[in-house]
């Protein structure tokens, strides 16, 4: 088995990268290990990619935040003897949020001792992404965390709210046309969220229900509200109350959608700025080999239970 770390650096708010290696040296003595430290965006990617297309089972490392698991897993979709996993160092760290502890996933040691589950992936235009896909206020938002996160004192969920803040401020609505398999909607949206995952932003957690594991995206479809309006909205949405405004937060759980803007528009891929004009989202063909520390689970919110992806078993939390 090899093991593949790709680190980071610009990661979070600081460069982790002597703690990554520390942690490394000292959990890895024995293994067929690699380590690789990013010097561009794209880096990780292209080196994910590198190594489960040399054939052999390997386990890749996401060093670093939610984009620096986004960049593996793109290099990794596909590939059957590729898993990958997040050692996180991130201000978010979202995805792993939907296990039962997030703890055990920054000590190595647990990582290497992993569980596997076969989770689904978001396929938006040909690229991948493991948690959400948005466009609108909510991708701008999202998007623009980034440059507010290396403020002093302020957090993941700080910075998320201060983009918020500015971001309503330049508009709050735009013109979109959403094509699902059996309806076509179309006018002013003030946002679009497709979730694989629950959580994103630091702290919001839209859809608590969303099942990783079963085919389907959970899709909010955000309708036009004022800048007023959008503050009381956007707390009850962050908290997975979207269903106390089902005349202002449509629900919908499909496999695949597509949505045009007159203008390219900002789409956020697990924070990931992309611009598109034309946007084909659907539950990828491909799975990805997550793993995990032993023993974890992820809990699905609706049914107040635990469930095992691998084993298939459900337990009471």
């Given at each position: ?32 290990y690699t ?154 949206l003030t ?120 084993s298939g ?5």
């Open positions: 088995m090899k093991h593949v770390f790709l680190i980071n650096p610009a990661a979070g708010k600081r460069d982790k990268s002597r703690e990554y290696l520390a942690q490394i040296q000292g959990a890895c003595a024995g293994l067929d380590v690789r430290i990013s010097q561009q965006p794209g880096d990780i990617t292209a080196w994910a990619r590198q190594a489960a297309a040399a054939g052999q089972p390997v386990r890749l490392y996401a060093c670093g935040g939610d984009g620096t698991l986004n960049e593996t897993v793109n290099g990794a979709a596909g590939f059957p003897n590729a898993a990958v996993t997040h050692f996180p160092g991130g201000s978010g760290n979202d995805f792993i949020k939907i296990f039962s502890d997030t703890r055990p996933f920054f000590r190595l040691a647990a990582l290497l001792n992993p569980e596997e589950a076969d989770f689904d992936l978001i396929d938006c235009n040909g690229e991948y992404a493991l948690n959400v896909c948005s466009l609108g206020l909510d991708a701008r938002i999202g998007t623009d965390v980034a440059k507010y996160k290396r403020i002093p004192l302020v957090s993941g969920s700080g910075a998320y709210l201060l983009s918020a803040l500015v971001n309503t401020a330049k508009g709050v609505t735009q013109p979109l046309r959403v094509e699902l398999p059996d309806q076509r909607l179309e006018g002013r946002m679009v969220y497709v979730g694989n995952g629950r959580w994103y932003g630091g702290s919001f957690h839209p859809v608590p229900e969303a099942d990783p594991c079963d085919g389907l995206l959970d899709v909010l479809l955000v309708q036009p509200v004022s800048r007023l309006k959008v503050v009381t909205v956007i707390g009850k949405y962050k908290i997975g109350q979207y269903a106390r405004y089902p005349q202002l937060i449509r629900h919908l759980r499909t496999d695949r959608l597509e949505i045009f803007s007159p203008t390219p528009t900002a789409v956020n891929l697990d924070g990931e700025l992309r611009r598109a004009e034309s946007v084909s989202i659907r539950t990828a063909k491909t799975k990805l080999r997550f793993f995990y520390p032993r023993g974890l689970c992820w809990a699905s919110g609706d049914r107040q239970t635990a469930r095992f992806c691998a078993k459900t337990a009471a939390l």
